[in-house]
């Protein structure tokens, strides 16, 4: 391919991913998780907001940099809806251009525009960077760590000291991001002395990586969770393990939107519904039955021309031992593991697809179909997260949390004789719509209150208020779901009951 059509081949993908990041990017609502990110940002100072952070016994404990990046970019931003979640549609399309220079310097050329092409409409990136959370960041942060590791893996004999301490100071402030890149950078340093065997090289790059992030190692270790790793709070859904780890891999390689919402598979016909989706499904599996196959075949067939199979080593190493990590990490903490705790997954994917069919086939296999099939399923798979993030942008069923749909309906309902309550969910959120008189009640106020049962304290909370509206976010995880109706009807009647995307809004009245 000439220079100038294959830069221009390039420029193309980058605004690929542009679009998709940006596209319609207000066009939903903030969710719960969304409204977290903004009550850890809402301080005047980076030092309140740190302080805010540390304090809380959470999960985003352990992810601080991420609230004090969007503290300053609100700063200059503003609040809209866009200004909040572009910071993380800019970081998804750095991790693209990143994994493209990556792939440029360990395989060359037509790798680099496979495995930037499939980041670049990865459902699961473009998901992740349309939402106002840490994993975008976090994605970039480990794509620039293995840009700058691929120095030490590349044939290149230049000096490398500069690159060393770049790869040690976005290890740190990887550290920083998460604890979770922490488990990532882990499976890096492993991978990078088993397949490379140079344990002097090995020591160069990572006692940098080491004394840099030895702040927040320390400060980990440090914490409750490292003696209790079940003190945190975190959402633990008891799934069994194995349906974590189908729902990790189907989420990395198509995201949440290709098959069945996620809302119907807590219901108890779920297993009806996933056979109703059975040819996305059996799609699904073809095709990564056949690149996994492909890259199998690759990894196993040993030859001495095969130029780039000690990086492909390198990347399988990558890919599994994370994987792995992540699998020790979700049973010692028992969180419901999701695609989201592994979002560094999606590097070594990306980069390690195109291996299937580009370089590892030698002229005596010239004529195999296996790469040909390979390409097909490849081509596929791209299809297939093109169509998922379509069904995020357009298909209802696939949307977030529509606090912006229910603030409107209490906005328009709300007066002195009908006040509101939201019992579980994200009170910021209905500030940040402009719902400033809504009551939060959550459940351990409601628990506070002895001698009561739920509706005679909304009574008290609303002052005897003859209409109350109670508002719930996700009820399939309130746990007293099934027993505040019944309560409820001791002093008042449910006269209608409103839903948009997970959020319900129930209107009683006061029995005469």
Request: hydrophobic fraction near 45%; charged fraction near 15%; glycine fraction near 4%.
């Amino acid at each position: 391919m000439k220079q100038s059509k294959y830069y221009f081949v390039v420029f193309i993908i980058i605004i690929v991913s542009v679009f998709l990041r940006f596209c319609l990017l207000q066009n939903q609502s903030l969710w719960f998780d969304e409204g977290w990110s903004l009550a850890l940002s809402d301080g005047p100072s980076v030092q309140e907001n740190l302080f805010k952070i540390v304090n809380r016994e959470a999960g985003d404990k352990y992810q601080p940099l991420y609230y004090l990046v969007l503290f300053y970019w609100r700063s200059v931003f503003g609040e809209s809806e866009f200004a909040i979640r572009s910071l993380s549609a800019l970081l998804g399309v750095g991790s693209v251009i990143a994994i493209f220079f990556t792939s440029l310097r360990v395989y060359g050329k037509k790798h680099a525009l496979w495995s930037s092409m499939i980041l670049a409409v990865s459902s699961f990136s473009v998901f992740y960077s349309q939402d106002a959370r840490p994993y975008a960041l976090l994605i970039f942060i480990a794509s620039l760590q293995i840009y700058f590791l691929s120095y030490s893996i590349s044939a290149e004999k230049k000096n490398k000291i500069i690159s060393q301490l770049l790869f040690g100071i976005f290890t740190a402030i990887g550290s920083f991001g998460s604890i979770l890149t922490i488990i990532f950078s882990c499976a890096l340093s492993f991978s990078h002395l088993i397949v490379y065997r140079n344990f002097k090289e090995w020591i160069k790059w990572w006692i940098p990586p080491v004394v840099f992030s030895s702040p927040m190692i320390w400060f980990y270790l440090s914490s409750p969770a490292a003696s209790d790793p079940t003190a945190t709070t975190v959402t633990r859904s008891g799934l069994p393990i194995v349906q974590n780890i189908m729902f990790v891999i189907y989420g990395i390689l198509v995201g949440t939107s290709y098959g069945p919402p996620l809302e119907k598979l807590r219901d108890e016909e779920k297993i009806n519904v996933l056979l109703g989706y059975w040819p996305h499904l059996l799609i699904f599996i073809i095709v990564i039955t056949v690149i996994f196959l492909a890259l199998l075949t690759s990894l196993l067939r040993h030859h001495k021309r095969k130029r780039y199979q000690r990086a492909d080593y390198f990347f399988t190493s990558l890919l599994a031992t994370s994987f792995l990590l992540s699998f020790l990490f979700a049973l010692a903490t028992k969180i419901n593991w999701l695609p989201r705790h592994s979002f560094y997954l999606c590097i070594p994917v990306a980069i390690l697809i195109p291996s299937a069919f580009l370089h590892n086939y030698q002229r005596n296999n010239k004529h195999s179909v296996l790469p040909k099939i390979t390409k097909v399923a490849t081509v596929s798979l791209l299809i297939m997260n093109v169509y998922s993030n379509f069904q995020y942008y357009l298909n209802p069923a696939y949307a977030k949390d529509d606090y912006r749909s229910a603030v409107r309906y209490l906005l328009q309902n709300q007066n002195e004789s009908a006040k509101s309550v939201l019992l579980f969910g994200q009170p910021r959120l209905l500030q940040y719509y402009g719902d400033s008189s809504t009551i939060y009640a959550p459940e351990y106020i409601l628990k506070t209150v002895k001698g009561k049962n739920i509706a005679e304290k909304i009574s008290v909370m609303t002052k005897n208020a003859d209409t109350v509206f109670l508002i719930v976010n996700r009820e399939f995880d309130w746990k007293l779901k099934d027993v505040f109706k019944i309560e409820m009807s001791d002093l008042y009647n449910l006269e209608d009951e409103t839903n948009w995307p997970y959020m319900k809004i129930y209107r009683f009245t006061r029995k005469k």
